[in-house]
């Protein structure tokens, strides 16, 4: 029941038609972030006060909620302080939690066993969801499953279109078709979708019964939040993953409960859990309960030591290698030089700085030169955003839908340019750096990198 429909509750109190027989009142509370978002109940409530002091018995729902927030609950809906409660813990016993903590430099390398994964077992691939924290972790992440996919994004003997992709994308602008083709893939089983990069809007109100991992691309930025998008994994009952991959500076904007859950040493799962459910615990087999405690189990089960594709070695920045490269004249390097300039004077118009627009937008002569030097290489967002001084995701962008209108080859480039017409629509560019690593506040133990 929508937050409207309640509302009208209390204005059709005072006609005619309406059943002043009314027994019992049922509060769906609908908290998918409400920790986070500071909402205040009565906003919500302002027409249905006269309920509360009825007598009429109150029932209130919701899905997760700590201590602290049901205690908000409670104060809000004028409930009764030794109201009865009951409290279920949100733990999924079939779920075996993960992190991997990453230098910011190899962080994408720790994604590749989900490529492999899809190149190995194709349309067999176990349903995977990566969740990215922002539009911009989307375009990165699709960008680079794109190009290390290549000619593997598509089943064999399947016209190579996106309607028969292995990767899909959902986010809150995506077309309502697109949302349809991922819900009746993993939902229905329609479709050849295997691996879905989303972002939260894929973590509520949904069900997909056999989603083997769950990954983060970086934890989110509130506790309830990991344990909703962790529950979209084997809701089915059968044995699933939660894996969060992070790098320090991500934490920055993360509230305490999810810092401390990371770089916890401890049982994860009482970690996550323990502030909803009091009782939670590790659970037995140790290797079945979390990483950490996977570490210290001696059960000597069979599968007690059996190693997991997210947790083998996966390389590191230096043994990085262009896995795609085009042939180019002198003529065609030329072209795209000349193309990025006029590229660069777009971004000069409408500049307005006492410095020069470079200074503005980054977009330098040397940068230019530098591009065009290394073309034969460009053809993913995540490279031209690792080995390149862009000041933006929209740049990025920019420079890749250049290369495409001039060699026709960029891996996912409609994807990308879909959700750059949601960049271009906020009023300022999202910076590709992050200020947090050149301050004090970054995290000292973010260049450990845990493979």
Same mark, same amino acid.
């Given at each position: ?341 006029? *590229? ?8 307005? &700085?006492? =410095? #020069?627009?470079? %200074?503005?937008?980054? !977009? $330098? ?50 994807? *990308? ?8 629509? &906020?009023? =300022? #560019?999202?910076? %590709?750096?992050?200020? !947090? $690593? ?14």
């Amino acid at each position: 029941m929508c937050w409207e429909k309640l509302k009208c509750i209390g204005k059709v109190r005072s006609c005619n038609t309406f059943n002043y027989a009314l027994h019992f009142a049922i509060f769906l509370l609908a908290f998918c972030s409400l920790s986070q978002k500071n909402y205040n109940l009565n906003n919500y409530f302002l027409n249905l006060n006269w309920l509360l002091f009825t007598g009429i018995p109150i029932l209130a729902l919701t899905g997760t909620a700590d201590s602290k927030m049901t205690k908000i609950i409670k104060q809000q809906l004028a409930l009764q302080k030794d109201c009865l409660s009951i409290v279920l813990s949100p733990e999924r016993f079939n779920i075996r939690h993960s992190i991997i903590n990453s230098t910011r430099q190899n962080y994408m390398n720790h994604f590749q066993w989900i490529v492999d994964m899809v190149i190995e077992k194709g349309l067999q691939t176990p349903k995977t969801i990566i969740f990215c924290n922002s539009l911009k972790d989307v375009a990165l992440m699709v960008s680079f499953m794109f190009e290390k996919l290549g000619c593997k994004l598509y089943p064999p003997e399947h016209p190579e279109l996106p309607v028969h992709r292995l990767v899909g994308i959902y986010h809150s602008h995506t077309l309502q078709k697109y949302k349809d083709r991922v819900v009746d893939a993993f939902k229905h089983n329609i479709g050849n979708l295997r691996v879905i990069v989303a972002t939260s809007a894929l973590s509520m109100g949904v069900n997909f019964p056999d989603v083997v991992y769950v990954v983060h691309a970086g934890p989110p930025r509130a506790l309830v939040d990991h344990i909703q998008e962790a529950g979209r994994a084997g809701r089915n009952g059968n044995k699933a993953h939660d894996i969060t991959i992070y790098h320090g500076q991500q934490l920055a904007q993360c509230e305490m409960r999810v810092k401390e859950f990371v770089k916890s040493n401890e049982c994860l799962r009482v970690k996550m859990y323990g502030e909803f459910y009091s009782a939670t615990k590790p659970l037995e087999p140790l290797h079945d309960c979390c990483s950490n405690c996977a570490s210290n189990c001696s059960c000597e089960l069979p599968n007690c030591h059996d190693e997991l594709p997210f947790s083998k070695p996966c390389g590191h920045i230096s043994d990085k290698q262009h896995s795609m490269k085009r042939v180019i004249s002198a003529e065609s390097r030329q072209v795209f030089r000349e193309a990025l300039v006029d *590229l660069k004077g777009q971004f000069d118009k409408g500049q307005l &700085s006492v =410095f #020069d627009s470079v %200074s503005t937008h980054g !977009f $330098s002569e040397s940068l230019i030169d530098s591009l065009a030097l290394n073309c034969e290489y460009l053809f993913t967002l995540t490279g031209l955003m690792d080995d390149f001084p862009l000041y933006s995701v929209t740049h990025g962008i920019a420079i890749l839908e250049v290369l495409d209108e001039l060699f026709e080859d960029i891996p996912g480039v409609e994807e *990308l340019l879909e959700i750059l017409k949601y960049f271009e629509e &906020s009023t =300022f #560019d999202i910076p %590709s750096f992050d200020l !947090f $690593s050149f301050t004090d506040q970054s995290d000292p133990e973010s260049d450990v990198d845990s493979s």
